[in-house]
């Protein structure tokens, strides 16, 4: 049976026979010279691959032997000119050389990254002989951001402890770590912030970075740099400070000591995560100060490591009529501000990674400063480790959205990756889905949301449902049918969630503890920091809240264009509808029907469709190890019932606002 631990790094020997023999006849040994760690992580990597794809035995060798023999042959040459027009240290390009076929990396990580898209090639049944490849990432720090603490927990994780064991660190390496970053490896992701933005300042202490560079040295070889999540008060907590005011030269010099500290102790240190003056975070704030006099000081403790600053947007506190503006309102007048080594890590949408959200309106509005899209992997508001969602979509969403800041064309992803205003830093971090269950992420399916951020942070061109086809060959199955199954049934997985949780724009109506399961009726919210008055704003007239000038005005927020079309109800996405406007009950919309019979409308057939989601994974019970089908099997069965949750929670709450029935065909039998 199969337990998922080996993700889509799956070698198995290739069934047919004959692509069997033209495999072999390529690839009868790998060479490979030189030192670098990364270069030798590659032919490592390959030669495991080959093995098991092929079912005999790989030599590694330093140089190709004289001959007939064909085989792969690994270079790092930073100056061939080879790989277009990317600058980047991370391209790589395969192509056949003589008898040979080459893979030739800017550096060695190039060529580990280069090499794993050969395997991808055989695992996905591709001829090799004459593979020509070239390719580079169009982001350059690709991270995930683990909410991992200092005791074991996760915080939002979904799929058991931590993988972490800082019990057993430094002594004991567990193997898991190295799975880890061949995974991460594997789809081009280059960073890891270890621990969580609500940081502990344990991090900090010196025993713990004789726990966090036993880490590093594991991820090394992998082309892998660990970042740290930083609690802002640490001068205070560990270090006897009085203040954490980022102007306070004491303030400064801990942090310049402590920096020293951290690149001695590693010295290919990523940098600083940092969460502050964020859900009762401390922050320079506290101090009189604002975010970029915070960043900039620890920009200026990283002196001349190579190291960076990731600042995160995500701020809001009570006081506000719509938690929507906050972190437009505090962060664009600082645009110009940030130091070279800042970049300013912002959320796709603009409330909290909720089953759909416009894009952030910071995206296009900070054009001096680069900005990372952070995404969350891990399901928080989409069903946790039970509800099947393929978030490739969601992702892809909001790298297309056009931000019409610059004329059109000004998509997310051009801020992101930094081509629209020329920066020389860009970066995305997903936070992640992994914990230490058996298979890494709970639902089996989950794995596709890990590997979806690895490839789309490497190449957001990539279409979803093609990154979904590599990943269902690579974990699942080959057989064509089942394969274009699975892949139709991930590609629709995420609108279904939306149409029978949140449909045409509601948003943050979940359970406000866990952030599970539905709770509309929640007038007053717990958090005063949470809007008082629930996100739908519901009542006698309609649904929805008026984000236009009438009302928050958090439109104003975005270029005239998108304005022109978001403003208006009647040109408005309905899927962004109640993200923007109060709409009548009876207000028809363009389908034809009205608000309250589209909304009926999409919380039924929303739910209906997880039925449908059975019968198609039912189809392809025959392609699909036994084990691992019977369990998404049971969690669509939680899937199904939950989805009747949501819909008649969510129909007759606000039923009691429309006072109308509830139409045919959906009207139950009386
Ligand atoms: O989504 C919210 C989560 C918090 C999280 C916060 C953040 C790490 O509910 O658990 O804290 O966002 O992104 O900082």
Redesign the pocket.
Known sequence: ADDGYRLWLKYDLVADATQRAQFRAVAQYIAASGNDVVLKTAAAELQRGLQGLLGQAVPVVAAAPVGTQRGVVLTINPTANVFGSSTSRDAYHIAPQGRHLAVTGRSGAGVLYGVFALLRQLQTGQAIANLTLTSSPRIQYRLLNH?DNPNGTV??GYAGASIWKWNELPQRLDPRYTDYARANASIGLNGVAIN???ASARYLTPEYLEKVKALAGVFRPYGIRVYLSVFWAAPKVIGGLKTADPLDPQVQQWWAAKTEEIYRVIPDFGGFLV?AN??GEPGPQDYGRNHAEGANMLAAALGAHDGIVMW?A?VYKAGSDDRFKQAYEEFKPLDGKFAPKVLVQV?NGPI??QAREPFHPLFGAMPRTPLVLEV?LTQ??LGMATHLVYLAPLFKECLNADTQTQGPGSTVARVVDGSLDQHRLSGIAG?ANIGADRNWTGHPLGQANWYAFGRLAWDHTLSSAAIATEWTKMTLTREPRAVASIVDLMDRSRDIYVRYTTPLGLHHIMGQNI?YGPEPWLAQAGRPDWTAVYYHKADSAGLGFNRTATGSNALALYSAGVQQEWGDPQTCPLNYLLWFHHVGWRQPLPTGRSLWHELVTRYYTGADSVTWMQQRWASVQPAVDAALHADVAARLEIQRREALWWRDACVLYFQTYSKQPIPAPFAPPT
Do not use: G, L
């Open positions: 909410w915080e939002r969580n933005v609500n969460k964020s859900e995160r995500f959320k909290d990674f969350q928080e508001y936070v952030h």
